[in-house]
């Protein structure tokens, strides 16, 4: 059965890494996956994860199956990280699971589109994450496109994006990212949400956002703005979110999925339809990143601890955005790459070539999506200058 295969092409983003390990040059740069980086190159597990990880050696007593829906107190401590105090916590009208990542939250939420209409549409932007595609086709999904960035003028697409979403059918669904847009880094401003959520209202679309990078924009409650707006205004919605990121547990596998019903009896019935989706895809979600987010998220002190050591991150990852933007101005790049410094998160393009993509691998060992899509995280004081001097080179 297996001789009918033919190979496929690695991964475009986990390719990269792959690639970068296996490179000997000592000058090499990772700017492809989206992990973050300290000053020495190095993804450290956060200090309030060490400290939620030695309690929780100390206290679980048991690795009974915990069920689909993960740890109760996990799902409770994100719905209200998501959402802050909102009105459809109080009005009983979330349901939160735990999935296994960001990921997976995606296609829980694909698969259960999938359930609530076969073939159902979903727009994603013009450019999403790689893997957005792939997800929701796998699950039976017709995905199509609306305008994001205008890759010309290093912008947003404003009004591109709100046109498409207006002939958008009421039985779609419309995946938006919450923040810190992956791949562009451009992201909504608080008036443009408002005039999207206005468009969700009028049109009747399904919002699914996509938060995988809260507390790396502005702040934790600034890069939830979007999504609690549409959350007030919405009848349903869908958040699918990630702690890869803001905890540092990438391979701990650990997100949540919440689905939001016209009513609390009505979301009762939607989350049985959510947990028969999981029971037959892995049947519950691992454990340990859940129990590390929710004794984080419990404790007034590990909480203020992560609260800061989010704030390092995100304060280190802007000030490498100005970083090189000065250093390509200080090696006679004359071609205006400020537009990098306007954008949020992990990600911008840079806006070269393919070719200068693949240079910059071949040549000097730099590695960034072939779209020229940065992990800002992976510049650092010590390879900024050699990572400018190349790209003025290959320009
Ligand atoms: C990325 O976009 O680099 C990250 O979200 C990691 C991944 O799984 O692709």
């Known amino acids: 059965m297996f001789g009918s295969l033919k190979a496929l092409p690695a991964d475009p983003i986990l390719g990269l890494l792959a690639k970068y390990r296996e490179d000997s ?6 700017l492809g996956v989206g992990v973050y980086k300290n000053e020495a190159g190095h993804t450290a597990i956060l200090d309030c994860v060490k400290t939620a990880e030695k309690y929780r050696n100390d206290h679980e007593d048991t690795k009974v199956y915990i069920g689909p829906t993960g740890s109760p107190v996990f799902n409770e401590e994100m719905s209200k990280l998501i959402f802050g105090h909102h009105k459809v916590l109080l009005e009983n009208r979330a349901r939160t699971v735990s999935t296994p990542g960001g990921t997976g939250a995606l296609r829980v939420a694909a698969e259960f589109i ?11 932007s013009n450019p999403t994450w790689a893997n957005h595609t792939g997800l929701f ?4 999904l017709t995905v199509k496109t609306y305008p994001y960035y205008d890759h010309e003028n290093k912008t947003l697409d ?14 779609d669904a419309v995946l938006l990212h919450a923040c810190c847009h992956n791949p562009s880094g451009m992201d909504l401003n608080n008036e443009q949400w408002q005039q999207v959520v206005e468009v969700a209202k009028d049109v009747g ?32 919605m869908i958040v699918c979110s990630s702690c890869s990121k803001n905890f540092g547990l990438y391979r701990e596998r650990i997100g ?20 028969y989706v999981i029971r037959v895809i892995y049947s519950m979600p691992p454990a340990h990143g859940a129990a590390l987010v929710e004794t984080i998220l419990s404790s007034d002190e590990l909480r203020t601890q992560w609260h800061a050591e989010l704030k390092e991150m995100r304060d280190r990852i802007n000030g490498n955005r100005q970083l090189l933007v000065d250093k390509l101005v200080e090696n006679g790049v004359t071609r205006d790459f400020s537009f990098i410094t306007r954008q949020m998160g992990m990600f911008s393009f840079l806006g070269i070539t393919p070719e200068q993509v693949q240079q910059l691998q071949d040549e ?20 900024v200058d050699y990572l400018a001097k190349s790209i003025a080179k290959v320009l």
């Open 137 to 140: 086709e796998a699950a039976g």
């Open 158 to 171: 404003f009004d591109g994006m709100l046109a498409a979403l207006k002939e958008v059918s009421s039985d």
């Open 205 to 236: 679309f399904l919002p699914l956002i996509d938060m995988a990078y809260q507390g790396f924009g502005v702040g934790l409650d600034e890069d939830a703005y979007g999504l609690r707006l549409m959350a007030e205004h919405a009848k349903e």
């Open 114 to 124: 999938k359930s609530c209409k076969a073939g159902a549409t979903i727009w994603v």
């Open 364 to 383: 000097y060992s730099i590695y960034m999506v072939g779209s020229s899509r940065m992990s800002i995280a992976g510049i650092a004081n010590s390879n």
């Open 256 to 275: 949540a999925c919440t689905i939001i019903g016209e009513t609390s009896a009505a979301v009762d019935v939607a989350q049985s339809v959510l947990l």
């Open 25 to 30: 040059n000592p000058h090499k740069i990772d």
